[in-house]
């Protein structure tokens, strides 16, 4: 009987679990950077539309840059184009850089080891 109760129990705790992708599927839109900032680097804020990021579902980042961008920029992708990630459970990998990607109210933020002075880059759900 006991070990009848413990099953029934597993079962019912398994099939209420949140799915784990249930994060991944709401990366897979269009987001507009707000800020990057972190480190000892000045903080930079965009204004919506200044710069777009669009996470295709097949790991393909279409990137659109519509204001000019100093040299100094700490934005990771300067240029307009197409660039590969892969996407796993809260890590997200671009041009070879591992960032930790986390949402709060309806913005999506990357890190890459903010407490070593890394970047947090900041993104509003862009309107299409």
């Not at 990607?101 to 309107?127: C, E």
């Amino acid at each position: 009987m006991r070990t009848l109760l413990i099953l029934i129990l597993t079962v019912i705790i398994i099939a209420c679990e949140v799915p784990k992708n249930e994060n991944q599927s709401k990366i897979f839109d269009s987001w507009s950077l707000i800020s990057i900032g972190g480190g000892f680097f000045q903080p930079e804020e965009f204004n919506i539309g200044d710069i777009i990021w669009v996470f295709e579902t097949n790991e393909l980042l279409v990137v659109y840059i519509n204001i000019s961008l100093s040299n100094n920029s700490k934005v990771p992708l300067h240029n307009d184009g197409v660039y590969d990630y892969i996407l796993n459970d809260g890590s997200l990998t671009i041009k070879g850089v591992d960032y930790s990607y986390y949402f709060v109210d309806k913005l999506l933020v990357l890190t890459d080891d903010p407490a070593a002075d890394g970047p947090i880059i900041k993104f509003s759900i862009y309107p299409d």
